[in-house]
């Protein structure tokens, strides 16, 4: 068969490490705090200090059971840790304590959107581990420098089924796994800082083909485009090189932001043997249903349940739905809105596709955003009650991002007022009319654009400010009736 | 005036609840000059460094020493191991802090094994530690630093620690007291670590009542150790005085066999004997799984240090070897840190753990584990107490094993099961050889029942008086 007439399909695997935001680290009373003098937050256990000794932070299981519970994970009736072992500067004890055998969730899963309609996938395990120090390269002569802030950060590792198709879904798939994490607050899920990270595995196969292709990592994309960007790259490569007949390496290979393309890691002299065992310093212990059932009382209304009770309540369609609950900052500023009493259909449409439109130019998060909920509310009062038009309506937003100003103050400073009055609307199709014979005669004709024009000519005379609706209205009755 | 340097822990509390312990410390750090370089029990004394106690506590600043695993905020801790030349730890492992708690006077930091590793204290990068009895011969090991400062007169008492029989073998062998607590009834925290599941810090003393003494500082839950046991302290002074009349101690058939001293067998018959007369029934038990203890001892307990001893790269702190490359640094750091018997167990250990020979040896060994100890539990159903001999043989000659390492595993032999189980055990004089040498024998009892192993030991050597006879150093 000729590799060139295949369509090759990729199968793509997300682990997520995020950090939890526990008070003290997951095995010491150590700060977990960002951004501290390099190695205030320490301690002997988190700098591996030879005699210290672990404890299990107890409200990083919970935590985690949390996350599990909102991911539909089987939670493990037995709490086990065991030791990771390898050398690395950052990693103080020359042992990572993580969960081998029994993670705390097994599987489960989470729902995102696509194209065709909302789909499950699946969830492998996730599982609690410790997070190792940074180690500081720029701008150091002779040497690296390493800081042990990080070093014991409780982090969970949330590994999907490779069950996601392709770069796009991985897109819906992270955005849907943050917007949970951030309902149920136990991360700050910011790649920048580091609260959230992400590697992919991806292969290709020929469509049809149930075996597996050679399987690649991809390392060091640090948003959720970067990932998304990676893939499509990737899946490229890996779809070149089979229909060329070469060869693929099963690697590690790091996504270069700014050269858009991923290169392999240089190969490594040992390869990984972490030698797992059970952690003799941590007991291990009976976690219960009785446990888990308390902690899943504690669950918030979570996105996938938010959306079907907005368009339940609201009656707004799915995508709509589905979009807004992704953000929790964002469908809380659209239930904040709905609380003003305006159309809830109007203000989805409004808000996800003007207001975030503008708020995406200025480079700003719907957190960020410089208009309030209830302003936001006013505006869409003001197009629901005719006063202003929708077109004006948006010239009117970012007049309200840059001054502060109220919509109803805009519009009046402006006189923006729309122009209702059907007896001054008339008067301005008559003027129209009057000074454009000649689209008239082509409407007659059945030229249909000069209707068009001749709105255009009827928004001029009235600068703009006529209601388009009643313009068309009038000025068609008037071609008819000539 | 005695010399207060031979005084017991008991009698040096007393006298130093009256008068302070100035004397007494005078008096030892005299002894440690006049000996010391004859038995190098320590790897850190100075007299102007002897840290005294802010409070009288149960010790009333009487000095204990301390083996050289054990963290001392501010002392260097090295585990006779070049790779830790100048670690200085910033905190105090737990016992320490109890100690200071207590009043004790931390006296010095004593020579050992490297990391623990050995039978005979001969592997320390600083020099062997020689038996107070005869020179030329080991003190035992791991803690034969401790163990032997106990027995010269060079400490009042002392701290040891045990992973496979390190505080009862040194304790045999230099004819003192020595006692491996249950696991998890004396906390790990800042004992550095060997084998995790494994050690145990524990008192080497004069008299079983000194031991009692030091229990009572030393034991105890601790939050920082999650393997502590959360169980409440008795008094184990009060322990003593009951009449061991009606006590059933059994002779475990396997650690009678041929091939061991027959000086060793016939002196703990005897103390059977002397039980006997005591009023205690004997009896023979089996623990019929002792012949795999070595073996599996010597691939779990190496697992779980081969993976504890990662640590030492020279990145933190200790020895750095060279600058030039990670790998370097790693490489470079640990072969020329390391001794050889560490670093044989550290091969061992990462042999056993590794991908193909996981489930054939750790993981098996874990299995047979279980097996061991349910050996015990099983045969003290029928008994209060074990009594065993200590070591297959009395005090061996320096350098005697060091050219096969399976010869000096194999003096591991009656301790190690203990460990295995967990359960406490405490090694005790029963008389010496033809040629004055120490001969030790082993109590072993159920978890967290040390109460036991101390009224049986306290009747037997109040009985017998053996801890009167010193080594004439």
């Not at chain 1, 492998?124 to 120090?133: F, K, Q, S």
């Not at chain 1, 002569?141 to 982090?155: M, T």
């Not at chain 1, 519009?411 to 009319?433: F, S, W, Y």
């Not at chain 2, 730890?89 to 010095?108: H, M, Q, W």
């Amino acid at each position: 068969m000729n590799p060139a007439l295949l369509e090759m399909v990729p199968v793509i695997g997300l682990e997520v490490h995020v950090q939890l935001k526990t008070r003290s680290k997951l095995f010491c009373s150590s700060a977990n705090e960002f951004g501290a003098e390099p190695n205030k937050n320490t301690c002997p256990v988190c700098l591996g200090l030879p005699g210290s000794l672990p404890v299990l932070n107890r409200e990083a299981l919970r935590l985690a059971v949390k996350v599990g519970l909102a991911l539909n994970c089987q939670i493990s009736g037995r709490i086990k840790f065991d030791r990771k072992n390898y050398f690395y500067p950052d990693l103080p004890k020359a042992y990572q304590i993580s969960q081998y055998d029994m993670p705390v969730n097994g599987r489960g899963f989470l729902e995102i959107e696509t194209r065709e309609g909302i789909r499950k996938v699946g969830i492998t395990r996730a599982h609690l581990e410790e997070d190792a120090g940074k180690l500081l390269h720029e701008g150091i002569k002779d040497g690296s420098l390493v800081d042990y802030n990080r070093a014991g950060v409780p982090l969970l590792e949330i590994v999907s089924e490779p069950e996601i198709r392709s770069p796009e879904e991985a897109h819906e798939y992270l955005t849907a796994l943050k917007a949970i994490l951030q309902y149920l607050d136990v991360s700050d899920c910011d790649m920048e800082k580091g609260s959230l990270r992400c590697d992919a595995n991806v292969s290709v196969r020929p469509k049809g083909e149930t075996k597996l292709g050679t399987k690649v990592e991809i390392k060091n994309m640090n948003s959720f485009k970067a990932v998304q960007k990676a893939l499509e790259y990737e899946i490229k490569r890996q779809s070149n090189a089979v229909e060329n007949g070469e060869k693929l390496v099963q690697e590690t290979r790091l996504w270069n932001e700014s050269k858009g393309q991923t290169f392999s890691m240089r190969s490594k002299e040992f390869a990984h043997d972490y030698r797992y065992f059970p952690e003799p310093d941590l007991v291990p212990f009976t976690f219960s249903r009785a446990e888990a059932e308390e902690i899943r009382k504690t669950l918030p209304e979570l996105p996938a349940a938010r959306a079907k009770r907005l368009m339940k309540q609201y009656g707004i369609p799915e995508k709509d739905a589905f979009r807004l609950v992704q953000d929790k900052k964002l469908v809380e500023y659209y239930e904040a809105c709905i609380a003003q009493k305006v159309n809830p259909k109007m203000t989805s449409n409004w808000i996800l596709s003007e207001l975030l439109g503008n708020l995406n130019e200025k480079g700003l998060s719907i957190a960020q955003s410089p208009i309030a909920a209830v302003d936001s509310a006013g505006l869409i009062r003001l197009i629901e009650n005719n006063t202003i038009s929708g077109k004006m309506a948006k010239d009117v937003l970012p007049e309200m991002i840059e001054t502060g100003k109220s919509a109803e103050a805009i519009v009046k400073e402006k006189g923006l007022v729309q122009v209702t009055d059907t007896k001054a609307i008339e008067q301005a199709v008559e003027k129209a009319l009057q000074a454009n014979p000649k689209s008239l005669e082509d409407f007659k004709a059945g030229k249909r654009q000069a209707l068009g024009f001749l709105v255009g000519q009827v928004m001029k005379e009235t600068q703009g400010k006529a209601n388009p609706k009643l313009v068309n209205e009038i000025l068609e009755k008037k071609l008819k009736a000539c | 005036m005695p010399d207060v340097s031979r005084l017991t822990l008991k009698e040096a509390v007393s006298l130093a609840r009256e008068e302070g312990p100035e004397k007494i410390i005078e008096s030892l750090a005299q002894r440690v000059l006049q000996v010391g370089s004859k038995t190098n029990a320590y790897l850190h004394f100075d007299p102007d460094r002897i840290e005294r106690a802010h409070k009288a506590g149960a010790l009333h600043g009487v000095p204990i020493s301390i083996k050289d695993n054990i963290s001392t905020r501010g002392w260097e801790t090295t585990c006779a191991s070049k790779i830790l030349v100048g670690y200085i730890p910033p905190y105090d492992a737990t016992v320490i802090e109890k100690l200071r708690e207590g009043g004790a006077t931390l006296f010095g930091k004593c020579n050992m094994d490297e990391f623990a590793f050995g039978s005979s204290s001969e592997t320390s990068a600083f020099g062997p530690v020689r038996n107070p009895w005869d020179l030329e011969r080991v003190p035992g090991g791991s803690s034969g630093g401790s163990a032997a400062a106990v027995a010269s007169g060079e400490a009042i008492a002392a701290l040891g620690t045990d992973t496979g029989g390190s505080i009862r073998l040194p304790a045999a062998f230099c004819g003192v007291v020595g006692l491996k607590p249950t696991y998890g009834r004396v906390s790990r925290y800042g004992l550095i670590a060997f084998g995790s599941s494994f050690d145990q810090i524990g008192p080497l003393t004069q008299t079983v009542e000194d031991a009692a003494i030091l229990m009572n500082v030393i034991a105890g839950h601790d939050e920082r150790d999650s393997t502590s046991a959360n169980l409440a302290v008795p008094d184990y002074t009060q322990s003593l005085h009951r009449p061991v009349k009606g006590l059933k101690i059994g002779l475990p058939k396997e650690y009678f066999v041929k091939g061991m001293d027959p000086e060793i067998e016939a002196s703990v018959r005897e103390a059977a004997k002397v039980y006997k007369t005591l009023g205690a029934e004997i009896k023979e038990v089996s623990l019929p799984h002792t012949h795999h203890s070595v073996a599996v001892y010597y691939i779990v307990a190496v697992a779980e240090a081969s993976s504890n001893l990662g640590r030492f790269d020279g990145v933190e702190y200790g020895f750095r070897a060279t600058n030039s490359t990670l790998r370097d640094l790693y490489f470079e750091t640990r072969d020329l840190g390391f001794g050889e018997e560490a670093k044989r167990r550290i091969l061992l250990g990462t042999f056993v753990l590794s991908a193909g020979y996981y489930e054939a040896y750790y993981r098996k060994g874990q299995k047979v584990r279980t097996l061991i100890r349910q050996d015990f539990e099983k045969a003290f159903k029928e008994v209060d107490l074990l009594l065993t001999p200590v070591s297959p043989t009395p005090p061996f000659k320096l350098g005697e094993k060091m050219t096969d390492p399976l010869t000096m595993y194999l003096s591991d032999i009656f301790t190690i099961s203990v460990n295995l189980a967990g359960v406490p055990a405490m090694s005790l004089p029963c008389g010496f050889t033809k040629t004055n040498l120490p001969i030790g024998m082993q109590l072993i009892a159920q978890p967290f029942a040390e109460e036991t192993i101390f009224q049986a030991a306290h009747a037997y050597e109040q009985e017998t008086q053996w801890f009167k006879r010193k080594p004439k150093l």
